[in-house]
Nanobody
């Protein structure tokens, strides 16, 4: 599976962005997809994840209520809607796919395939 993240940009606090993750490979629908982010000088952290059939979603406490993850398996696409953005959301955002289970859904170890990242910058 190859992943391509896009949709990042620069916005003011309170603004919105929609990130997209395009996947290649016919087995994509069988994988959980996670979004992670990494700010300069910080470790990569979990943001959100969605199970293969889209029935279950998971969020970091810091983004719960502001971000929403969705997927369209027919199009091999996963989306991350970012609302009410804050300066602390500034980071390089990555999408990843893998056979994560509940205990690994929010960890990098749950994912095998990673995209290249898309930059989100939020100014105050």
């Amino acid at each position: 599976v190859q992943l391509q993240a896009s949709g990042g940009g620069s916005v003011q606090a309170g603004g919105s962005l929609t990130l997209s993750c395009a996947a290649s490979g016919r087995t994509f629908s069988g994988y959980s997809v996670g979004w992670f982010r990494q700010a300069p000088g910080k470790e990569r952290e979990f943001v959100a994840a969605i199970k293969p059939n889209g029935g279950s979603t998971y969020y970091a406490n810091s983004v719960k209520g502001r971000f929403a993850v969705s997927r369209d398996n027919a199009k091999n696409m996963v989306y991350l809607q970012l609302n009410s953005l804050k300066p602390e959301d500034t980071a390089l955002y990555y999408c990843a796919a893998g056979r994560a289970i509940l205990s690994t859904i929010a960890t990098t170890s749950g994912y095998t395939y990673w995209g290249q990242g898309t930059q989100v910058t939020v100014s105050s």
